[in-house]
Structures are given as C-alpha cells and as structure tokens.
Nanobody, 121 residues
C-alpha cells in the first residue's frame, strides 16, 4: 500500500525558509519520478519541482534558484528545501509519486495529503 506523508509546512515571513519532507512507504523514491506540486484554493495545481529516477531535477521558473528538491534513499524520503520565500509561494504543497514532468494534467500515480505553507509579506 503506497502512502506519502508530508510534513514541515508552516508560516514564515517573506524571505524565510522551510524544508518540506515526504516520507514514502510502499514505494521506493529512487526508482521513479517524484515531485512537489502546489495549489491555492480555487486555483489550478502547479508543478513546483520533480526529480526523476536518474536524479535529474526540474523546477518551475517561479521557484528556480530558490527551491531545491532532493531525496534520501536510505530514509525513503523526499525533500523540498525552500528559501527566500515569497507571498506568492503560499499554497498547499503535495508530494507526488509516479509523476510525468511539471504539467499537473499529466497522470500522477499517487498524491500525499498535503502540507500548508504560508509566507507573509
């Protein structure tokens, strides 16, 4: 049974940092594409960052240079290090597995429950 559990969200001032974690079970993070997507209530989902099975990272232009995606195979955990946070980054962040790039309309096999990130201006 695949389960993705996010943690690490919270509220910070603009310019601050947070690290999101996604603990995976029933799924090996290094074997498939995994990533982070976000959504504001009433808005469409946005791909933030993905890392494929070969370790290739892809980032949305809006977070390039500020966010870093990584994984720890020993812990079977995916991370998103976020720095220089902006008010525009405020959203629910979801860990995903079996992704296909940053386009949220592409099929994604599994979604986590989400963790809220709020950056105050």
């Amino acid at each position: 049974q695949v389960q993705l559990v996010e943690s690490g969200g919270g509220s910070v001032q603009s310019g601050g940092s947070l690290r999101l974690s996604c603990a995976a079970s029933g799924y090996t993070v290094s074997n498939y594409c995994m990533g982070w997507f976000r959504q504001v209530p009433g808005k469409g989902r946005e791909g933030v960052a993905t890392i494929d099975s070969d370790g290739t990272d892809t980032y949305a232009d809006s977070v390039m240079g500020r966010f870093t995606i990584s994984r720890d195979s020993a812990k079977n955990t995916l991370y998103l290090q976020m720095s220089s946070l902006k008010a525009e980054d405020t959203a629910m962040y979801f860990c995903v597995a079996g992704c296909n790039g940053l386009d949220p309309t592409n099929p994604i096999m599994f979604w986590g429950q989400g963790t809220q990130v709020t950056a105050s201006a």
